[in-house]
């Protein structure tokens, strides 16, 4: 499906998490990336998605570019590393907590798990709780436990009105998906630990690098939803979204991290070149 020529200047990332050597599934969505913008005459910028400081390594940082500059795909302007930028994922939090949007939610994962099944309409995967009060909160600061930020829904149904039920985006080839943010009730935005989520740090960084398109892996569409929520919520553009097919292995399963043989490194010193993976991916 081809990218609209009327565009005056498309922008799109590539925005990988060092959490492991980037395997030929990267490869396929890194030249869906790459295709796009060449089609459209537009730039790539690379984005180092890194929040997860217990799971990101510089070693696997190194490894993308070195990748990447193997596969021949360059990027546009600097590269934007997540874990330089927490100051900037906290300003959003604090917008958002100044509108009530967002609450300190003290279960535990299997607390949240246990409500998940009581729920009235039988278990659904969206937890919805509610803030403390302020005591409540306060004390239990003071003691030192665990919370996470969630955004309310109800809150946020409140704050858009009706705009809320006309909430969606484009996704090039099928046209407008209407979103589904009740899918995911009040998703975890940063833990008193964690200073922000992948969902408000690659919807804030998509703003902000004025993002036209987002080419990603279709096991991204689902999250969609909520980052057109907090569109919506925070004043940002929603750019037009292109989910790809993921690439499947001989058995029908995505590859992983995990899939050691089939990390761009371990193809590279097999004896692959970059046109064999191109070839693999079915990419032109
Ligand atoms: N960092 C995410 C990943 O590596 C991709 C995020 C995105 O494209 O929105 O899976």
Redesign the pocket.
Known sequence: MGLSGAMAQLRT?????P?GYLHIG?AA?AFHVWAAAQEAGGDVVL?I?DIDQTRCRPEFEDAIYEDLAWLGLEWTGGIRRQSNHYEDYAKVLDALAARGLVYRCFRTRKEVLSEIDRAPHGASAAFIGEPLSNDEENARIRRGEAYAWRLSLTRAKDALGPTFETLGFSEEGKGWQEADPDAFGDVVLARKDIPTS?HLA?THD?ALQAMTH????E??FA?TSI?VLLQALMGWPTPIYRHHDLLLDEHGKRFAKRDKSRTLRAMREDGFTPANIRHLTGAK
């Open positions: 990332r590539f925005a990988p998490s959490t990267h969505s984005r998605e992948y690659t998509d987002i080419i990603r892996g096991d991204l999250s980052h």
